[in-house]
């Protein structure tokens, strides 16, 4: 945050300085989840710099992280079955329960009062009152979830890890309901919810082939595709599970990634069909799309995670690869878009990149950095 | 960060095996790191379990090493655990698996 007052003052010095307003906002603030030390690196996003650490948030391997509607607060998901509420201004702890044995991600509801935990162990969703952490339902499914999203109208749906299956909790009324969306396929490794909250996409890792399910039909139903794609190329060993929750749509399309084969697959929104395959460096993990642009911004899993590429997806084609370092794991752009936020492991940094001409805009110092999540996540759909 | 010299554990391990003789205390660094990354995806940073299952020195009770070495070496099939034999050598996977059973999580 730029701070134009103060320096307003110094110039004219008509105010004593400590007169200057020194109310922060959080629109460009940010967490980064250093994953070893299980802390957390408050980042101002304007000005490219770290602003303070967060500690005590236990096993953060595989967390993620959701904001309050008025981006005060930040839900954190840890590994450990923690559910954190830090609280962006002061960068502080505001409350922490151990909620479950083993967690894997969460979910705020679109009025901000609900926080939905996805759980290994014991399996199902808990939830939470925004406010308080008090747990207001759990719904057990004797299975690890995978893929939780919020839909409109205080609803979140997910998948099923062991048993294949996706499911759907509303809030809206006095009483939770709960719908099963259907039977999607073995072993669903993640999913995601379209930018138009439409498509409900669940990626297979049992099977090949990727679940759709049209939450805007009267009666929502599971449809399987891309249901070969490598049959004829022995599967590669995937060293790690690729993301969904990248919002990887542009123009009329999705990118997928391929499942035991360096390949980014392009499918046409409406008919469901696969438009073209792209060659990569690696396994994809997460596949993310530049906001306001025709490119996708793809990472690699272990051994070959030094290297990110932006893929056009007009022509399907790489159109640069850089090499940020060892163990790139993850990529957070800039609301518009102009620069790229990408966390490089084993450098123990945060580098920010320019989205259009690639150069190197700053390098922040974090340790073992994985997830980075902006402040701006508040008002996404699905996240 | 947890880090325990590299040196003091393979001295620990040249005593239990001549299957370890060849791995550099560099090697073994790495491997330390992968342990804790690359596995840690999956069976998390504290060994607990995640997608894949808990690796904890409780968990691993009893388990021989050479079997342990042969899961990572092969992978499980059906499952998410992949096959670690292009990235790593037997005597690789050996140390891994005499790692797990024997540094306390």
């Not at chain 1, 730029?2 to 110094?10: E, G, T, Y």
């Not at chain 1, 070893?36 to 967390?63: K, M, P, Q």
């Not at chain 2, 790191?33 to 999956?42: A, F, P, R």
């Amino acid at each position: 945050m730029k701070r134009p007052i103060l320096a307003l003052a110094l110039i004219l010095m008509t105010a004593p300085v400590c007169a200057a307003d020194t109310t922060m906002a959080t629109g460009d603030l940010g967490l980064v989840v250093e994953r070893t030390t299980g802390s957390l690196l408050a980042v101002d996003r304007s000005e490219h710099a770290a602003i303070g650490r967060i500690e005590g948030l236990g096993d953060l391997s595989h967390a993620s992280i959701t904001y309050s509607p008025d981006e005060r607060f930040a839900y954190v998901f840890g590994r450990d079955g923690g559910l954190t509420k830090v609280n962006m201004l002061s960068q502080a702890i505001v409350k922490r329960v151990l909620q479950a044995g083993n967690s894997i991600g969460g979910a705020i509801s679109d009025d901000g009062k609900l926080i939905a935990v996805s759980n290994y162990e014991p399996g199902g969703v808990r939830v939470f009152d925004a406010d308080t952490l008090e747990m207001v339902a759990d719904i057990p499914l004797n299975a690890k979830t995978i893929g939780l999203v919020d839909l409109p109208r205080r609803r979140f749906a997910w998948a099923t890890w062991d048993s294949g299956e996706a499911w759907m909790a509303d809030f809206s009324g006095p009483e939770m309901v709960l719908t099963k969306l259907g039977d999607v396929g073995k072993n669903p490794y993640d999913a995601v919810l379209t930018d138009d909250g439409r498509t409900f996409l669940i990626g297979l890792f049992g099977e090949k082939g990727v679940t759709a399910i049209d939450l805007w039909a009267d009666k929502p139903e599971p449809v399987r595709f891309l249901k070969d794609y490598g049959k004829d190329q022995e599967d590669l060993p995937v060293y790690k599970m690729p993301h969904l929750q990248g919002w990887a749509f542009t123009g009329d399309q999705f990118v997928l990634p391929a499942v035991g084969q360096h390949e980014l697959l392009w499918v046409d929104r409406r008919s469901l069909t696969e438009t073209a395959r792209t060659k990569t460096h690696g396994q994809p993990v997460f596949i993310i799309a530049q906001p306001g642009s025709p490119y996708v911004w793809v990472n690699f899993a272990t051994p070959l995670n030094d290297t990110v590429q932006v893929v056009d997806s007009r022509n399907h084609q790489v159109v640069k690869t850089l090499t940020p370092g060892e163990g790139v794991l993850h990529m957070e752009f800039a609301p518009r878009g102009a620069e790229v936020w990408i966390s490089v492991r084993d450098a123990d940094k945060v580098k920010v990149f320019d989205s259009f001409d690639y150069h190197l805009i700053a390098e922040i110092a974090a340790q073992s950095p994985s997830g980075i999540f902006f402040t701006s996540r508040a008002h996404r759909i699905g996240l | 960060m947890y880090k325990p010299a590299a040196f003091v554990l393979l001295a620990v391990f040249m005593l239990s095996g001549p299957a370890i003789a060849d791995i550099t205390p560099e090697r073994a660094e790495r491997l330390e790191h992968m342990i804790l990354q690359d596995c840690g995806s999956c069976h998390g940073l504290t060994r607990a379990g995640g997608l894949g299952k808990p690796l904890t020195r409780k968990a691993l009770a009893g388990a021989a090493p050479e079997g342990l070495a042969l899961i990572i070496l092969d992978g499980v099939p059906g499952t998410a655990m992949p096959p670690w034999r292009p990235l790593l050598t037997e005597d690789e996977a050996m140390w891994i698996a005499n790692y797990l059973l024997k540094e306390a999580k």
